[in-house]
């Protein structure tokens, strides 16, 4: 469920986007406020009034939700986690968190600073509505904020991994044993909710409420792959931080920055074989030269191109003992398969993908093969 998204604004160097597939949910509920719900209590105005309303609380309803992912993201900066960006899709928004918590206790606070937020603000709006008192259609807004808030808050807190009560069970059990063990029993309790959602579906369609099936049917397949796709996650971070990047990177002998293209051809590729290659510059720093660049080069001009010629300064790099976990995610996010392997003023080689991916399946195999012959 999801598509393109937008980029909406950045708050505290954190990017928010909108995901089209939220505008479904603003014209749903736009509409049904307007049609059901004002009407229904704040009698006497025009549909169009009534439209006008529902679309104001619709936006409002899409603040609370930012509100709330931006209470867990600025948690999780404050204890060193970076987070990118929020999304804002059908069923709410997702902090995009790019760690895992280095400890249970920043884990709690992380995941309980979400609907720590949502509550306080549907109490602001109780109080509110009680300064308030008059009943029109501001004070029907104030009523639907304080409504959605409470139930942002309420929802949230289902012990069901990866929602926010599911990461503070998982926590709680980590606390107690290991992260691994933690994930798998907060995504099976996941797994049941998403489950018990899709019954809730299956009964609205039996009593024929279509709109009530699809949304719990949907919610229900969105909770139950997230669950597996966060424990998954989990499973390979747990592994690819076991692991430093010097026990798997491939040492490359720097390429000479006089070499032309041709020169590098036989005596540097073939031996190596790698899609990138530090080349000595000439102010003595590290350069990169890229497969890529080396092919846009035509052919006949490989004899006169010297390779300081299509050599770019380093910049994304790992040094030999970061975990792989930290080297996956730099490819990922940066969209590469090799990162140079720096030390100090020196490049020893390269870290390829397909070694660390080779890594994770032969893991995972044995792991099975473990759990079989057990
Ligand atoms: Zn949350």
């Known amino acids: 469920m999801k598509f393109r998204s937008i980029p909406l604004f950045k708050l505290f160097g ?10 479904i949910v603003f014209f749903l509920i736009s509409f049904t406020l307007a049609e059901y719900f004002y009407p229904q209590y704040y009698p006497g105005h025009s549909f169009f009034v009534y439209l006008f309303v529902g679309a104001i609380s619709a936006v409002l309803l899409f603040v609370s939700v930012v509100l709330h992912e ?9 204890h060193g986690i970076p987070v990118r960006e929020i999304d804002l899709f059908i069923f709410g928004g997702v902090a995009m968190i790019e760690e895992e918590a280095p400890s249970p206790k920043v884990e709690f606070l992380v995941a309980a600073a979400g609907p720590l937020c949502s509550f306080t603000l549907g109490f602001l709006f109780y109080i509110l509505a009680l300064l308030y008192p008059v009943d029109d259609l501001f ?40 992260l691994l ?18 019954l809730l579906g299956f009964l609205s369609l039996v009593q024929g409420s279509l709109i009530n099936a699809l949304w719990y049917g949907f919610l229900g397949l969105f909770l139950r792959n997230a669950s597996k796709v966060s424990y998954e996650q989990t499973k390979l971070s747990v592994v690819l931080s076991k692991f430093r990047v010097e026990q798997f990177m491939h040492t490359i002998k720097p390429v000479l920055p006089d070499e032309t293209i041709t020169d590098f051809m036989v005596h540097y590729y073939p031996i190596y074989r790698s899609e990138i290659f530090p080349v000595i510059a000439s102010n003595g720093r590290i350069n990169i030269i890229d497969l890529q660049d ?3 080069v035509p052919k006949d001009r490989w004899d006169l191109t010297k390779v300081s010629d299509i050599s770019k300064p380093l910049e994304v790099y790992v040094s030999p003992y970061d975990t792989l976990l930290k080297a996956i995610k730099l490819m990922n996010r940066y969209g590469v398969d090799e990162l140079p392997v720096v030390y100090g003023n020196t490049v020893l080689g390269v870290i390829k993908r397909d070694v660390i991916e080779a890594l994770v399946e032969r893991f995972f195999l044995e792991e099975k093969l473990k759990g079989e012959a057990g």
């Not at 807004?141 to 990461?167: C, E, H, K, S, T």
């Open 14 to 23: 954190i990017q928010v986007n909108l995901d089209f597939s939220w505008f």
């Open 70 to 78: 931006l209470s867990h993201s600025l948690v999780a900066i404050k």
């Open 139 to 178: 004070n029907g807004i104030i009523n639907y904020l304080m409504f959605v808030n409470f139930a942002l808050a309420l929802f949230n807190l289902v012990p069901a991994f990866p929602l926010d009560g599911g990461r503070i069970l998982r926590s709680i059990i980590w606390a107690r044993k290991d």
């Open 181 to 198: 063990t933690a994930t798998k029993i907060s995504s099976a309790t996941g797994t049941a909710f998403a489950y018990f959602l899709m």
């Open 294 to 296: 080396i092919k846009n």
